[in-house]
Nanobody, 120 residues
Framework: QVQLVESGGGLVQAGGSLKLSCAAS????????MGWYRQAPGKQRELVAS???????DYADSVKGRFTISRDIPKNTVYLQMNSLKPEDTAVYYC??????????????WGQGTQVTVSS
């Protein structure tokens, strides 16, 4: 089992910044892609950003130029730097990790979610 611990959410005014962190621990063999999703009330969960082991990042159009995803591979940690936050960024943010076991079994893990609230 792999455990994910998220931190960094909170309340911020529009135009402000927050940085989310997600650390993976437990029976880790190989962490592949890591990413962040978010879910606003009444809406479906959506991909915000993802990053491969090689460092290639992908972003939702709505956050391009404002959010930056990064990872610390030795620490199995992924970060999301969020700048120029807007009220529409308000949501619960979930960390997502693609893990491969020793026996090449692919697993997906989710964090518990952290609330980000942007006031206007």
């Amino acid at each position: 089992q792999v455990q994910l611990v998220e931190s960094g959410g909170g309340l911020v005014q529009a135009g402000g910044s927050l940085k989310l962190s997600c650390a993976a621990s437990g029976s880790i063999f190989r962490v592949n892609a890591m990413g962040w999703y978010r879910q606003a009330p009444g809406k479906q969960r959506e991909l915000v950003a993802s990053i491969t082991t090689g460092g290639s990042a992908d972003y939702a159009d709505s956050v391009k130029g404002r959010f930056t995803i990064s990872r610390d591979i030795p620490k199995n940690t992924v970060y999301l730097q969020m700048n120029s936050l807007k009220p529409e960024d308000t949501a619960v943010y979930y960390c997502n990790v693609e893990h491969m076991t020793l026996y090449r079994l692919r697993q997906t893990y989710w964090g518990q979610g952290t609330q980000v609230t942007v006031s206007s």
